[in-house]
């Protein structure tokens, strides 16, 4: 009975922040949280999780030259049907992946964001690309960072990304959905307490960033 | 001008003067759309299925191109500048750099210009392989597609091969290439070329015959020499309406006067012919690939002018002299003389013209390219004007626009 | 190209249309350069198109700053069957940044002026349809102008990322 009513609020709740971010009016941080609330964790929610992960469709979204880098992960070489992914739709009704290929002008913000704003949940964004993900090569007034205006799940970093690297972005995203989030490189390789952060003292002033270790101590021994 | 002025006049339309039998229909193509091939919106205003007017509206993937090269020196403006057309990648940055030989008078060796010339030719080769393969999708026949990026990847190994980058390899540089290609690449391209003629044989085999594709592309949006020469149309379009204008011909540049190769040209100007021209243009490309290797002299790779060109790295261990040019040229690069140049070639689109204004400092005061799809996009209107949706498509296939030489 | 001589000879021939026509000429690494008043622009390109030069190869702008008159339009044309290219050109000052137009000569500076008159600011006058064409219609600013800031977004490192805008933690 407890479980019910919990997953009947569970799904208002979702339901209630689901148009608010179709608004547009969910703020940074519980944009984060709900994306991450997308990991699932019943196994009924498993099982459709990995049907989900499985059957990606991407839309066809290409915008400059990582549209051809993209349409070479489409081509025989690197194959993307072998894993389920071939059947781009041309429609963002009836998308689920939104490749973002390419530098997006300030032109065309919007109707990237109005794009993504018809695809129907569940839906991610890839930014394959430098030109999508920071400004890339092109450091002006005519591009935006897909950041500012629509949740960005997977960066591709690479300009053009080769196929494999694309590949490997969309087999981390298809991770991410299916529940096995890949660990970041601070887990695996053992480095939790080495980021640098900026301590309170620090104002406007302080160039430097501080060790969180301090001064004198290191890391190891 | 505000906003609605705006939307009157991008939605005005031209009528040829006839009397409309249907009322008329103004839709939006894009600027996502699938048979777009790159973000071109285009309003299209319909009379039934007849087209009476295009007004393509571009500027969606604007990137300020110019305005970062003006920014960067010399040698960091070659990356950005090569962004420009991303389907002929090699074509801007030639054009960039010969701008800048010009104004420096720098001479190339001869086989860095060997060496330029195999390389524009095979990205001519792979441009017109992803014009045909889209093409092809738009049409319906999806698999030439398959085929043709099978091709591309044969290429882009070669690419990756002599430079380390599949695309934006920034293999040019000013005063020649960036390094000699490596042992066995030649014989590789040359296996490369005899594969490709007999593939662009089973390509014509499989669409030059076709009954659908004749149906599409023959005789639909002709348009004749002189209304393109007024337009600014050049490259395969006016070669399919029967004019043999080719800089590689008419104004040989780089060492083209050095190879013999023939030009395709077209009788009827309509989409078959420019369906025909290009695909002859591979053939005739391979042949320009095979005379370079065969000819290809011994020599250096780059101008031996180390104000201009990096020395090379063992000699930065002996020489004070050069490690001080390396340094002046990583750090401020290449002060080129005053003076404003304008340097066109012929890119698988049509002129690619480069304009350089220089200051004399070390970077420049005005990159202008000058885009061949930018100017062919005109002809889109004239082309499809009372003509059917199904031949605009088809139009816009063999027009092969590539926006991002188009907004830059 | 023509050489110096003949690139005078054309000077010479624009002069007898009208005195002021022509402000000067430069012959640099063998490309010649025809400047000319605004006023005479019509003219003088006419004048060049029945000399031989009916193709229209591009037209863009440069932005001499700091120099003054600080925008220039270059009409650089071709004679395709001498082969030979002749760059006309016209400088304006931003506070009367007028140029007649050449859409009635050559169809095809129609997308071409509108560029200029999108990333420099230059008015044609007497071209069918000027509105800017790459930058959103609604932009304020001429992002070509040597005084117009490159723009970007700050990179974010560590030490900085909690002045810069946006940051949301």
Redesign the interface.
């Known amino acids: 009975m407890e479980v019910t009513r919990e997953r009947v609020d569970d799904l208002r709740v979702r339901q209630l922040r689901a148009r608010e971010m179709l608004r547009g009016d969910i703020?940074?941080?519980e944009l984060e949280a709900y994306v991450e609330e997308r990991v699932l964790t019943t196994t009924l929610d498993k099982a459709v999780a990995w049907a989900r992960g499985n059957s990606l469709f991407p839309a066809?979204?290409?915008?400059?030259?990582c549209?051809?880098?993209m349409?070479?992960v489409v081509?025989?070489?690197l194959d993307i049907a072998r894993f389920g992914f071939e059947a781009f739709r041309?429609s963002?009704r009836q998308a689920d992946l939104l490749i973002l290929s390419?530098?997006v002008?300030?032109?065309?913000a919007p109707?990237v964001r109005r794009?993504y704003d018809q695809m129907l949940e569940p839906r991610w964004a890839i930014a394959m690309g430098a030109?999508c993900s920071?400004?890339g090569?092109?450091?002006?007034?005519?591009?935006v960072?897909a950041d500012?205006f629509m949740p960005i799940d997977v960066h591709v970093p690479g300009?053009?990304p080769?196929p494999e690297a694309l590949m490997h972005g969309i087999l981390k995203l298809r991770d991410r959905i299916q529940g096995n989030a890949p660990e970041g490189w601070r887990e695996r390789y053992d480095a939790i307490g080495t980021?640098?952060?900026?301590g309170a003292a620090?104002g406007?002033g302080?160039?430097?960033?501080v060790n969180v270790f301090g001064s004198g101590e290191t890391g190891s021994a | 001008m505000t906003v609605s002025d705006y939307r009157r006049q991008e939605e005005s339309i031209t009528l040829s003067g006839e009397a409309l039998s249907q009322e008329l229909m103004t839709i939006n193509m894009g600027p996502h759309h699938p048979s777009t091939h790159g973000v071109l919106r285009l309003i299209v205003t319909l009379e039934g299925e007849i087209v009476r007017d295009v007004k393509p509206v571009i500027g969606y993937v604007h990137t300020g191109i110019e305005k970062t090269a003006e920014d960067k020196a010399y040698w960091k403006a070659i990356p950005v500048v090569e962004r420009m057309d991303y389907l002929s990648y090699y074509f801007n940055a030639m054009a960039f750099c010969g701008a800048v030989e010009t104004l420096l008078e720098c001479e190339v060796p001869p086989r860095a210009q060997y060496l330029r010339v195999i390389h524009l030719e095979l990205n001519r080769i792979m441009s017109h392989l992803v014009w045909l393969g889209t093409s092809a999708l738009d049409l319906g026949a999806i698999s030439v597609w398959w085929y043709c990026f099978r091709e591309r990847e044969a290429l882009l190994d070669l690419f990756e091969m002599s430079s380390g980058q599949r695309m934006h390899t920034r293999y040019f540089q000013v005063g020649g290439v960036i390094e000699d290609i490596p042992r066995g690449w030649a014989q590789r391209v040359s296996a490369f070329t005899k594969t490709m003629r007999a593939r662009a044989d089973q390509y014509a085999a499989l669409l030059d015959k076709n009954e659908i594709v004749l149906q599409r592309l023959r005789g639909t949006c002709p348009l004749d020499e002189a209304t393109l020469l007024g337009l600014g149309v050049t490259g395969p379009l006016l070669r399919a309406a029967g004019n043999p204008w080719d800089l590689r011909k008419a104004a040989p540049y780089c060492s083209y006067d050095h190879f013999d190769f023939k030009i395709p040209v077209g009788t009827q100007g309509d989409n078959y012919d420019r369906y025909r021209v290009r695909h002859a243009e591979i053939y005739e490309s391979c042949d320009i690939v095979d005379q370079a290797l065969a000819g290809l002299p011994e020599g250096p790779f780059i101008t031996e002018d180390r104000k201009v060109a990096l020395p090379p790295r063992h000699e930065l261990a002996t020489s004070m002299e050069a490690l001080i040019h390396h340094f002046k040229l990583v750090t401020e690069g290449f002060r080129v003389p005053p003076g404003e140049v304008y340097y066109p070639i012929e890119s698988p689109r049509g002129e690619l013209g480069c304009y350089v204004r220089s200051d004399g400092s070390s970077k420049p005061a005005r990159v202008h390219m000058r885009d061949p799809s930018f100017v062919n996009l005109q002809a889109t209107a004239p082309m499809t004007r009372n003509s059917y949706i199904a031949d605009l498509v088809a139009t816009l296939a063999m027009l092969d626009p590539v926006l991002g030489g188009v907004d830059r | 190209m023509p050489d110096a001589t003949g690139l005078e000879l054309i000077a010479q021939d624009l002069r007898a249309i009208h005195p002021d026509a022509v402000l000067g000429t430069t012959w640099f690494r063998e490309q010649a350069t025809v400047e000319v008043a605004p006023a005479q622009l019509r003219a003088a390109a006419e004048a060049l198109h029945a000399r031989g030069y009916t193709f229209l190869a591009s037209c863009h702008g440069v932005d001499y700053y700091p120099e003054e008159p600080r925008l220039g339009v270059h009409y650089q044309l071709l004679d395709m069957p001498n082969v030979d290219r002749i760059c006309l050109a016209a400088r304006v000052t931003v506070e009367d940044p007028h140029v007649p137009s050449l859409c009635g000569i050559w169809p095809g500076a129609n997308h071409p002026e509108r560029e200029v008159f999108d990333m420099f600011g230059v008015v044609f006058d007497g071209h069918p349809d000027l509105r800017r064409i790459l930058m959103p219609e609604d932009y304020e600013g001429f992002p070509q102008r040597r005084d117009f800031p490159v723009g970007g977004e700050p990179v974010i490192f560590t030490y900085n990322e909690t002045q810069l805008p946006g940051w949301t933690q």
Request: aromatic content about 8%.
């Open positions: 703020p940074d941080k066809t979204f290409g915008l400059a030259c549209a051809i880098e349409m070479s081509g025989a070489r041309a963002p390419g530098r002008s300030i032109k065309m109707v794009i030109c920071s400004m090569v092109f450091n002006n007034y005519a591009i960072p500012k300009c053009p080769r980021e640098e952060v900026v620090d406007p302080s160039p430097f960033a």
